[in-house]
């Protein structure tokens, strides 16, 4: 189906990559992304292939500077957890 999250984070998580979602705690886009990605946003948190971060204080553009440095914070902390791999339950990367 054109425009089904779900199938689409799921063919992004088999292609090996990592999804990093970061939303300020007003931003609907938090809501949106957990109703229409549904049980796959869920299952790609446990296996550690998604993360969703809120940023508490922060509009949707991270306009405050506190809110820039914990944007900013999380991103880092994101690109250094990608250099090692996922693995599944039997070892082998993912």
């Known amino acids: 189906l054109k425009d089904d999250l779900q199938a689409e984070l799921a063919q992004i998580a088999t292609q090996g990559t990592r999804m990093h979602f970061i939303f300020a705690d007003t931003d609907p886009g938090l809501a949106m992304l957990r109703e229409q990605g549904g049980g796959t946003v869920g299952r790609l948190e446990r296996t550690g292939r998604l993360q969703i971060s809120v940023i508490k204080g922060a509009d ?3 306009t405050p500077r506190a809110s820039q440095e914990r944007l900013l ?7 250094s957890m990608v250099e090692a791999p996922v693995h599944s339950a039997h070892g082998s990367p993912v």
Do not use: D, W
Request: glycine letters at 0%.
């Open 60 to 62: 949707h553009i991270f």
């Open 73 to 79: 914070s999380s991103v880092i902390e994101f690109l």
